[in-house]
């Protein structure tokens, strides 16, 4: 039981959150334009029942988020998670790239503490504005002791979606994240927290450890009538693994899959994943997975199955029978 207000650790890398319109009603504006300590005041008549320390490590629209911000990111978290003066972590994020970011950090730290990513759809100023909102419900949700266990959690929209089931799946709607295989893990307001089930990761340490020299890893999507000429391209600029953004349950013409199979051949890793927004990607039921030595990406879809492939290769995890297990596992 906390006595005092939750101490929270607000770490700011931009995105519409802390974006300003240039009217409001029009549809343009400047994503990570907003500086946090100005977010944090507007915030402040809000009446947050926690104490918040803002740190900016970014001003970016999350499009540019990449190993640069994640390092800052990672060790920020890590040096918060490590604070017993700490009680929790919110990180302001743009929408494009934030399930990328909550996935990352969900295979890298230990889920001790709420971490919680929170954005938003419109910029401040603009009607209808969800960031402040976004925020307050972020903060409801970093500040209970239920939230530890879950690993990294993104609320946007009154809903609390878990990493590696979230996913941006509209590209201006207000409720714009949806979660495969699970829905929402909890409903949240600024006054209401309701979890639709218990932690199961209570005390779990990092599954893996930070890359240090992350591999180049790229997405190939499927598309009708393509040949293989793009693998070999990216064979050629040294991909150490690819993701196939496949059509349907992952498949590719027939001289795509062969490519990718002497890419397999040759050492890097392929996985399958779908172009398609929702359903499992199952070892060999179209694609003979045995034969050609792929890896079946099951819930992830292509952003989320290339981190956790970068993950696994920079963890030295190249071979196919142990890569379907962390995908299995998801
Ligand atoms: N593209 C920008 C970003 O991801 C703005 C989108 C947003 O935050 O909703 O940061």
Same mark, same amino acid.
């Given at each position: 039981?906390?006595?005092?207000?939750?101490?929270?650790?607000? &770490?700011?890398?931009? $995105?519409?959150?802390?974006?300003?319109?240039?009217?409001?009603? @029009?549809?343009?504006?400047?994503?990570? #334009? /907003?500086?946090?300590?100005?977010?944090?005041?507007?915030?402040?008549?809000?009446? &947050?029942?926690?104490? /918040? %320390?803002?740190? =900016?490590?970014?001003?970016?629209?999350?499009?540019?988020?990449?190993?640069?911000?994640?390092?800052?990111?990672?060790?920020?978290? /890590?040096?918060?998670?490590?604070?017993?003066?700490?009680?929790?972590?919110?990180?302001?994020? $743009?929408?494009?790239?934030?399930?990328?970011?909550?996935?990352?950090?969900?295979?890298?730290?230990?889920?001790?503490?709420?971490?919680?990513?929170?954005?938003?759809?419109?910029?401040?100023?603009?009607?209808?504005?969800?960031?402040?909102?976004?925020?307050?419900?972020?903060?409801? %949700?970093?500040?209970?002791?239920?939230?530890?266990?879950? $690993?990294?959690?993104?609320?946007?929209?009154?809903?609390?979606?878990?990493?590696?089931?979230?996913?941006?799946?509209?590209?201006?709607?207000?409720?714009?994240?949806? $979660?495969?295989?699970?829905?929402?893990?909890?409903?949240?307001?600024?006054?209401? &927290?309701?979890?639709?089930?218990?932690?199961?990761?209570?005390?779990? =340490?990092?599954?893996?450890?930070?890359? #240090?020299?992350?591999?180049?890893?790229?997405?190939?999507?499927?598309?009708?009538?393509?040949?293989?000429?793009?693998?070999?391209?990216?064979?050629?600029?040294?991909?150490?693994?690819?993701?196939?953004?496949?059509?349907?349950?992952?498949?590719?013409?027939?001289? %795509?899959?062969?490519?990718?199979? #002497?890419?397999?051949?040759?050492?890097?890793?392929?996985?399958?994943?779908?172009?398609?927004? #929702?359903?499992?990607?199952?070892?060999?039921?179209?694609?003979?997975?045995?034969?050609?030595?792929?890896?079946?990406?099951?819930? /992830?879809?292509?952003?989320?199955?290339?981190?956790?492939?970068?993950?696994?290769?920079?963890?030295?995890?190249?071979?196919?029978?142990?890569?379907?297990?962390?995908?299995?596992? @998801?």
């Amino acid at each position: 039981m906390i006595a005092r207000l939750p101490r929270l650790l607000v &770490l700011g890398t931009g $995105g519409t959150i802390a974006g300003s319109a240039q009217s409001a009603t @029009g549809g343009s504006y400047a994503a990570g #334009e /907003l500086r946090l300590d100005q977010l944090l005041n507007d915030l402040s008549g809000l009446g &947050l029942e926690a104490e /918040l %320390v803002a740190k =900016p490590i970014a001003q970016i629209g999350s499009q540019d988020m990449g190993w640069d911000v994640w390092d800052v990111l990672h060790r920020e978290i /890590l040096a918060a998670l490590n604070d017993s003066q700490m009680d929790g972590i919110l990180v302001t994020h $743009g929408t494009d790239t934030a399930e990328e970011t909550a996935y990352l950090l969900d295979l890298t730290l230990p889920a001790d503490k709420p971490v919680v990513l929170v954005g938003a759809m419109r910029p401040a100023g603009a009607v209808g504005a969800d960031g402040m909102r976004n925020f307050a419900n972020a903060v409801r %949700v970093a500040s209970d002791p239920d939230a530890c266990g879950r $690993g990294p959690l993104l609320v946007m929209g009154d809903a609390v979606f878990a990493a590696k089931d979230v996913r941006k799946a509209a590209t201006s709607n207000i409720d714009a994240f949806k $979660g495969y295989p699970r829905g929402p893990i909890a409903r949240v307001t600024p006054s209401t &927290l309701d979890w639709f089930g218990g932690a199961t990761r209570v005390g779990e =340490p990092a599954r893996y450890g930070w890359p #240090e020299t992350p591999p180049r890893v790229a997405i190939l999507t499927a598309g009708a009538g393509m040949d293989a000429k793009p693998v070999e391209a990216l064979l050629g600029i040294g991909c150490k693994g690819i993701v196939l953004a496949g059509m349907g349950q992952g498949n590719a013409p027939g001289c %795509v899959l062969d490519a990718l199979s #002497e890419a397999v051949k040759s050492g890097v890793p392929v996985v399958r994943s779908a172009r398609v927004d #929702e359903g499992l990607v199952d070892r060999n039921v179209e694609v003979d997975d045995d034969r050609y030595g792929f890896v079946a990406g099951r819930a /992830l879809g292509p952003a989320k199955a290339r981190v956790l492939l970068m993950v696994l290769i920079a963890n030295g995890i190249t071979d196919a029978t142990a890569i379907q297990a962390a995908f299995d596992r @998801g």
